[in-house]
Nanobody, 117 residues
Framework: QVQFVESGGGLVQPGGSLRLSCTVPGNGFSGFIMGWFRQAPGKERELVARITPGGLTNYDDSVKGRFTISRDSFKNTLYLQMNSLKPEDTAIYYC???????????WGQGTQVIVSS
């Protein structure tokens, strides 16, 4: 069973920054589009950023210009740099392979991000 391991979340004030990391087991996902999803309380999980194996990126409008997704294939690690954070960014953040706009594999435990003053 594939298990992604997300880390880097925490409590941050509005306008602050966080960098999330996701360890991808093995190299079985090196050929996949990888993405960051988030799930806010009472809402469905949504895809906010994705990156192709070649490094092309795509963002949801709600995070465009503030978040940056990247991947280090040698370290099998996916990153999400989050700047200018807003309270509405509060959610549990997950990484996964992306197929058809949805998570492809089983979900990890996620990492909690809370944006509050």
């Amino acid at each position: 069973q594939v298990q992604f391991v997300e880390s880097g979340g925490g409590l941050v004030q509005p306008g602050g920054s966080l960098r999330l990391s996701c360890t991808v087991p093995g190299n079985g996902f090196s050929g996949f589009i990888m993405g960051w999803f988030r799930q806010a309380p009472g809402k469905e999980r949504e895809l906010v950023a994705r990156i192709t194996p070649g490094g092309l990126t795509n963002y949801d409008d709600s995070v465009k210009g503030r978040f940056t997704i990247s991947r280090d294939s040698f370290k099998n690690t996916l990153y999400l740099q989050m700047n200018s954070l807003k309270p509405e960014d509060t959610a549990i953040y997950y990484c996964n392979a992306v197929v058809g706009g949805k998570g492809f594999s089983s979900w990890g435990q996620g990492t909690q991000v809370i944006v509050s003053s």
